[in-house]
């Protein structure tokens, strides 16, 4: 059965075509754990055989390794045949190994070290980099990364970094991309669907990348981030759909919740969650994987895939069949807001 895809134009330029299932190429950067070129090559692969034409990719996913790994695997596919985003607001910078970011999260990589940059000539140098690793010949999507508190430590610190992206121009260099048509569109990558409204509300946005703020555990941002977007035709693609892998592997021992080991209120929450998935037949991460693609605003889920296991897995959650019931089921219990699109 092929992936289903998703159609966004809001610009009238003809948009882009989204499979509903993408590739969020993190895991590809050796997040957690080293894996050869080989394996990377095997995963990517195996998404291309699966039928899955986006991927999304930064410079801080491996310090320049993962946009560097898809380099040779995109260099023989049809340009038209898929969809590509990276994303701007940080330098890759040459440094000494005891200075490199991000010691015990990438492993064996470039010896980098991250320069947070949001201005106009950023943005410019970013993008070009970005060109250069992965080797293609056009870009489709162009997010400013992480202008969230998660990445900054503090709202003043994220406010000064959104500050710095419209009065530094950075802001002004990404319009210009676009209207140039180098780029098709421009959004926003970030962990907190506050910042995605601060930005709709002080720019025109097309996309926005929002990692794990709108799950099957989290639908907060339906107050008024989702209906504006609904209001102004932006698309969302969903990353972290399993809430950093709870929502995958059930209530377990050590189960991680937003980058953290899952509370008991989460881990009780998601047994019940799973306990009305099991008396319909469906897999919690099946329902997971599918919950954000109900709201209308939504254009794809991008889980993380590490290897080639992963990768089918994410194939079979996208395909699964959910019965409109356990919605329904979910509701009832309170354990799905009630104005959730089902």
Same mark, same amino acid.
């Given at each position: 059965?092929?992936?289903?895809?998703?159609?966004?134009?809001?610009?009238?330029?003809?948009?882009?075509?989204?499979?509903?299932?993408?590739?969020?190429?993190?895991?590809?950067?050796?997040?957690?754990?080293?894996?050869?070129?080989?394996?990377?090559?095997?995963? +990517?692969?195996?998404?291309?055989?699966?039928?899955?034409?986006?991927?999304?990719?930064?410079?801080?996913?491996?310090?320049?390794?993962?946009?560097?790994?898809?380099?040779?695997?995109?260099?023989?596919?049809?340009?038209?045949?898929?969809?590509?985003?990276?994303?701007?607001?940080? +330098?890759?910078?040459?440094?000494?190994?005891?200075?490199?970011?991000?010691?015990?999260?990438?492993?064996?990589?470039?010896?980098?070290?991250?320069?947070?940059?949001?201005?106009?000539?950023?943005?410019?140098?970013?993008?070009?980099?970005?060109?250069?690793?992965?080797?293609?010949?056009?870009?489709?999507?162009?997010?400013?990364?992480?202008?969230?508190?998660?990445?900054?430590?503090?709202?003043?610190?994220?406010?000064?970094?959104?500050?710095?992206?419209?009065?530094?121009?950075?802001?002004?260099?990404?319009?210009?991309?676009?209207?140039?048509?180098?780029?098709?569109?421009?959004?926003?990558?970030?962990?907190?669907?506050?910042?995605?409204?601060?930005?709709?509300?002080?720019?025109?946005?097309? +996309?926005?990348?929002?990692?794990?703020?709108?799950?099957?555990?989290?639908?907060?941002?339906?107050?008024?981030?989702?209906?504006?977007?609904?209001?102004?035709?932006?698309?969302?693609?969903?990353?972290?759909?399993?809430?950093?892998?709870?929502?995958?592997?059930?209530?377990?021992?050590?189960?991680?919740?937003?980058?953290?080991?899952?509370?008991?209120?989460?881990?009780?929450?998601?047994?019940?969650?799973?306990?009305?998935?099991?008396?319909?037949?469906?897999?919690?991460?099946?329902?997971?994987?599918?919950?954000?693609?109900?709201?209308?605003?939504?254009?794809?889920?991008?889980?993380?895939?590490?290897?080639?296991?992963?990768?089918?897995?994410?194939?079979?959650?996208?395909?699964?069949?959910?019965?409109?019931?356990?919605?329904?089921? +979910?509701?009832?219990?309170?354990?799905?807001?009630?104005?959730?699109?089902?």
């Amino acid at each position: 059965m092929a992936l289903k895809t998703r159609h966004w134009d809001r610009l009238g330029n003809g948009g882009l075509t989204f499979t509903e299932l993408g590739f969020g190429t993190a895991p590809l950067g050796n997040l957690y754990r080293a894996i050869s070129d080989e394996d990377a090559r095997a995963t +990517l692969d195996a998404a291309w055989q699966g039928g899955v034409r986006y991927f999304d990719t930064a410079p801080l996913y491996g310090l320049g390794l993962s946009e560097t790994r898809l380099n040779p695997f995109l260099r023989d596919k049809p340009r038209d045949e898929y969809v590509l985003s990276t994303k701007v607001g940080r +330098l890759m910078q040459p440094c000494e190994p005891a200075y490199r970011t991000g010691v015990g999260k990438w492993f064996d990589v470039p010896q980098r070290r991250e320069q947070y940059d949001y201005t106009y000539d950023g943005v410019m140098r970013s993008f070009e980099h970005s060109f250069s690793r992965l080797g293609v010949d056009r870009i489709d999507i162009l997010y400013v990364h992480d202008l969230c508190i998660f990445s900054h430590g503090s709202k003043e610190a994220s406010d000064m970094r959104i500050e710095e992206f419209f009065g530094g121009r950075g802001y002004d260099a990404m319009i210009s991309l676009r209207d140039q048509g180098l780029i098709r569109a421009i959004g926003g990558g970030v962990n907190e669907w506050e910042v995605c409204q601060t930005l709709t509300e002080r720019g025109d946005f097309d +996309l926005f990348l929002l990692a794990g703020r709108y799950t099957l555990l989290e639908q907060k941002a339906l107050d008024s981030f989702l209906p504006l977007c609904v209001e102004r035709g932006i698309g969302i693609v969903t990353g972290g759909p399993y809430n950093s892998g709870i929502l995958a592997t059930g209530a377990k021992p050590g189960a991680f919740y937003n980058y953290d080991p899952a509370p008991q209120e989460i881990m009780d929450r998601v047994n019940a969650i799973e306990a009305v998935c099991t008396q319909h037949g469906v897999r919690m991460v099946d329902a997971a994987f599918q919950f954000p693609l109900l709201h209308p605003a939504h254009v794809a889920v991008i889980p993380g895939g590490q290897g080639v296991g992963e990768m089918h897995a994410n194939l079979e959650a996208a395909q699964a069949d959910i019965p409109a019931a356990l919605w329904a089921d +979910l509701k009832a219990k309170g354990l799905m807001r009630p104005d959730a699109p089902a």
